[in-house]
Protein backbone atom coordinates (compact mmCIF):
# COMPACT_ATOMS: atom_id res chain seq x y z
CA UNK A 1 0.00 0.00 0.00
CA UNK A 2 1.61 3.37 -0.99
CA UNK A 3 1.43 6.11 1.37
CA UNK A 4 -0.19 8.38 -1.48
CA UNK A 5 -3.28 6.86 -1.24
CA UNK A 6 -6.34 8.79 -0.78
CA UNK A 7 -7.57 9.08 2.68
CA UNK A 8 -10.00 6.33 4.22
CA UNK A 9 -13.06 9.12 4.33
CA UNK A 10 -12.82 9.41 0.38
CA UNK A 11 -16.27 8.92 -0.77
CA UNK A 12 -14.13 7.34 -4.39
CA UNK A 13 -14.22 3.82 -5.02
CA UNK A 14 -10.84 2.24 -5.81
CA UNK A 15 -10.38 1.13 -9.02
CA UNK A 16 -9.37 -2.59 -8.32
CA UNK A 17 -12.86 -2.78 -6.71
CA UNK A 18 -15.44 -4.38 -8.42
CA UNK A 19 -18.57 -4.94 -7.59
CA UNK A 20 -20.29 -4.53 -10.76
CA UNK A 21 -21.78 -8.21 -10.43
CA UNK A 22 -22.57 -8.08 -7.03
CA UNK A 23 -25.40 -9.29 -5.08
CA UNK A 24 -27.09 -7.82 -1.77
CA UNK A 25 -27.69 -9.93 1.10
CA UNK A 26 -27.04 -12.81 -1.09
CA UNK A 27 -25.57 -15.13 2.09
CA UNK A 28 -27.91 -13.07 4.38
CA UNK A 29 -30.36 -16.03 4.87
CA UNK A 30 -27.75 -18.83 5.24
CA UNK A 31 -25.60 -17.12 7.66
CA UNK A 32 -28.93 -16.19 9.86
CA UNK A 33 -29.60 -19.93 9.90
CA UNK A 34 -26.83 -20.33 11.96
CA UNK A 35 -26.76 -17.83 14.24
CA UNK A 36 -29.08 -17.14 17.31
CA UNK A 37 -27.71 -13.77 18.79
CA UNK A 38 -29.38 -12.59 22.03
CA UNK A 39 -28.55 -9.13 23.32
CA UNK A 40 -29.14 -9.01 26.83
CA UNK A 41 -28.88 -5.84 29.12
CA UNK A 42 -25.99 -4.56 30.80
CA UNK A 43 -27.37 -5.30 34.09
CA UNK A 44 -27.86 -8.26 33.05
CA UNK A 45 -24.97 -9.37 31.95
CA UNK A 46 -23.46 -8.31 35.04
CA UNK A 47 -24.79 -11.00 36.68
CA UNK A 48 -23.28 -13.81 33.96
CA UNK A 49 -19.61 -13.98 33.79
CA UNK A 50 -19.72 -15.92 30.06
CA UNK A 51 -21.91 -17.52 27.68
CA UNK A 52 -22.02 -20.79 29.92
CA UNK A 53 -23.21 -19.33 33.10
CA UNK A 54 -26.27 -17.64 30.68
CA UNK A 55 -27.12 -20.80 29.12
CA UNK A 56 -26.78 -23.07 33.06
CA UNK A 57 -29.22 -20.33 34.52
CA UNK A 58 -31.66 -20.28 31.76
CA UNK A 59 -31.82 -24.22 31.43
CA UNK A 60 -32.49 -24.24 35.61
CA UNK A 61 -34.99 -21.78 34.64
CA UNK A 62 -36.66 -24.07 31.67
CA UNK A 63 -36.58 -27.19 34.31
CA UNK A 64 -37.97 -25.47 37.20
CA UNK A 65 -40.81 -24.43 34.53
CA UNK A 66 -41.25 -27.95 33.63
CA UNK A 67 -41.57 -29.11 37.41
CA UNK A 68 -44.27 -27.25 38.24
CA UNK A 69 -47.50 -28.81 37.83
CA UNK A 70 -50.05 -27.90 35.44
CA UNK A 71 -47.17 -26.78 32.76
CA UNK A 72 -47.16 -28.05 29.79
CA UNK A 73 -43.86 -28.55 28.48
CA UNK A 74 -43.71 -26.14 24.87
Known amino acids: MSNDSKSPDSEEMRP ?15 FAQ ?8 PDV ?12 ALRSLLKSRKDKPGKESA
Do not use: C, H, M, W
Open 16 to 30: EYDFSNAVQGKYADR
Open 45 to 56: AKEFPDSQSVNE
Open 34 to 41: GTNLVRIQ
